[in-house]
């Protein structure tokens, strides 16, 4: 054991003389002694983790539990961002459940730092929690696991997969402006969900790139993707909210409106609606 590792034992908390007998701190005691002295400057929280290693060393679950309750009813004076954040650079496994459990916080904060921290594990279990919190109820909860997912390598392919299984409209919206927030990797996944015929996912995907600046080749592939959806008979949902899209262009969707000429016969009257008004749009 180190001697700062010793130094933190030794002084974290005091025995407690009990008659002849002294007992030793218990875990809860070592924490809360370590922590006010994280809290105080004293004690780093790199030199913390390394202290949350040494007690978990022998009793991992122990650890485990005492450090969760603190994150949920920290002393007066101790900051539960500050625990989770200690326990998450410990990178101590028996730990990683406690991230995952604070993902549901009704703390935007804490539920934030610890989707930051679980991608900065780069492991598959950390990998899977955020994506199974991707259909979390709460909108804070699903933006951070998504924009921590982004930390991965197929982060993208992993929004891209949940926009287009995803039933509920809420939850895939808030992947989608996530991916929008991404820049034009996110946009570009969008603009590749603009060609599937699911019409929820391309719903989502077309509200947030109709508020886009989307650049000439980006028009082209919307305009590409409309052509080939009428081309396959796609549903008419699909097409009239890739009209919107082109509607939402304006002017500068003027060099395709044979594209939309092409929809004015279409069997649907709500696509045939939508072609009028995009042209008038793009013409105005």
């Not at 060393?57 to 005492?66: F, G, I, L, M, Q």
């Not at 004076?77 to 500050?82: E, L």
């Not at 995803?166 to 895939?172: K, S």
């Amino acid at each position: 054991m180190t001697g700062f590792v010793l130094k933190i034992a030794a002084n974290s908390a005091p025995c407690i003389t009990k008659g002849s007998r002294k007992d030793m701190p218990t875990t809860k005691e070592h924490l809360v002694g370590m922590f006010s002295k994280v809290m105080a400057g004293t004690v780093t929280r790199e030199e913390g983790a390394m202290f949350l290693n040494f007690l978990a060393r022998d009793n991992p679950s122990e650890t485990a539990r005492e450090l969760g309750d603190l994150i949920s009813n920290p002393p007066a004076g101790m900051s539960a961002k500050t625990i989770l954040h200690t326990a998450a650079i410990s990178r101590n496994r028996a730990f990683i459940a406690i991230l995952v459990a604070n993902l549901d916080s009704a703390d935007e904060g804490i539920a934030s730092l610890s989707a930051e921290e679980l991608a900065g594990l780069r492991s598959a279990e950390s990998r899977n929690a955020l994506i199974e919190h991707l259909g979390n109820e709460s909108d804070y909860t699903r933006r951070a696991c998504a924009t921590a997912l982004l930390r991965f390598d197929d982060g993208v392919d992993i929004l891209k997969r949940h926009i287009l299984t995803h039933p509920d409209p809420l939850c895939r919206r808030t992947s989608v402006s996530v991916l929008v927030e991404a820049g034009k990797k996110g946009v570009e996944c969008l603009l590749d969900v603009l060609n599937s015929d699911n019409s929820g996912a391309v719903a989502s995907s077309a509200q947030a790139l109709v508020k886009s600046d989307l650049s000439d080749g980006d028009m082209a592939r919307v305009f590409q993707a409309l052509i080939n959806a009428g081309d396959r008979g796609g549903d008419p949902c699909v097409i009239t909210d890739l009209l919107k899209i082109a509607a939402s262009l304006g002017r500068k969707a003027k060099g395709y409106e044979e594209y939309i000429m092409a929809f004015s016969d279409h069997p649907s009257e709500e696509v045939r609606n939508e072609a009028s008004r995009t042209l008038i749009e793009i013409r105005a």
